[in-house]
């Protein structure tokens, strides 16, 4: 009973987590008309280390880290944060920031299909459904775009926007990877102190290539609102949307905070028709009508029976 009165709490948590995810993943298509992807990332990730200094202080009611956390906390970050970002970044560069919001709709099957492998949870034929209709989906919004479905904004070539659909999917699986291991942090470890780590984890992934494509990039020609994005971008994919996720995901199972996941593409792709100017073709709305499909299917509660 004790537990009750932090589970709306939570829920707001992750649902806000995945709803600022979706933002994110469709104004980084404007950032990354700026600057290089791993400029963009190691910006992100340094704005974003400065910002959270405070949170890597381990508290005194807080175990120290064994050897299995630390490797956890290597793979969350190296999954979760350094090729998500470069798959989600070069995979919008390719392609649309609403193709990356139906795409990302296929995340509820893929958590539902990690879990059962890492995590020993029962995979229903309702879940099986949901991975088929969300695959559906991703084909459908791959098919389209390579026979003139795409929005009037994409200006991608065809075999462009198929290898931006690819990278998009592998942003897929580095995502539901996060959601997995990130179960497994969230009960030895506290929510800022798994965000602090994992950041650092990834500037220092990112720091090589990004000072690499520091030394030929023109800082003058970047103007204030774009600086300002970035800084936005960096606090919410780096700090605000780890600690409300971790947060959540300490007094929900995995399985259900998988429903949460929802928030991403549906942001998107209102970040996509809403501020990029992007259109939903009849193709790309049957996509999404698929994708959505597979997450209610995937994610919707079993029916208890009696012992």
């Known amino acids: 009973m004790a537990r009750r009165p932090g589970l709306p709490w939570a829920y707001a948590c992750l649902a806000g987590s995945m709803a600022l995810v979706g933002s994110y993943v469709g104004l980084s298509k404007l950032l990354v008309a700026v600057f290089p992807v791993f400029l963009l990332a190691w910006l992100r ?26 490797v956890l906390l290597f793979l969350e970050s190296f999954l979760g944060n350094f090729l998500f970002s470069v798959c989600m970044l070069y995979g919008v560069a390719l392609s649309t920031a609403l193709a990356a919001g139906v795409i990302m709709a296929a995340l ?15 995979l229903t034929g309702r879940v099986l459904a949901g991975i088929a209709c969300a695959v559906a989906g991703i084909a459908l919004v791959s098919w389209s775009k390579q026979h003139g479905g795409a929005s009037p904004s994409s200006a991608a070539e065809p075999p462009q926007a198929l290898l931006g659909n690819l990278l998009l999917i592998g942003a897929v699986f580095c995502e539901a990877s996060y ?21 650092l984890w990834g500037l220092a992934l990112v720091t090589p290539l990004g000072l690499w494509q520091a030394l030929s990039f023109d800082f003058t020609a970047v103007l204030l609102p ?11 994919a780096s700090m605000v949307t780890v600690w409300l996720w971790m947060t959540g995901l300490r007094h929900v199972p995995a399985s259900r905070a998988g429903v949460f996941t929802v928030m991403l593409p549906v942001s998107a792709a209102a970040v996509g028709v809403l501020l990029l100017g992007e259109q939903f073709s009849a193709a790309q709305a ?14 919707w509660p079993e029916r208890r029976s009696h012992p």
């Open 286 to 299: 049957g996509a999404f009508g698929l994708a959505m499909l597979g997450i209610v299917l995937a994610t």
């Open 45 to 70: 990730f340094g704005i974003a280390a400065v910002a959270m200094a405070g949170w890597l202080r381990r508290p005194a009611s807080e175990a120290p880290m064994s050897r299995h956390d630390r």
């Open 226 to 236: 774009t600086w300002t994005l970035l800084l936005f971008y960096a606090l919410a």
């Open 108 to 122: 509820p099957g893929v958590v539902a299909l990690m879990s059962r492998v890492f995590l020993g949870e029962r």
């Open 179 to 199: 959601v997995v291991i990130g179960k497994k942090l969230s009960g030895t470890l506290g929510p800022r102190r798994i965000s602090a780590l994992v950041n």
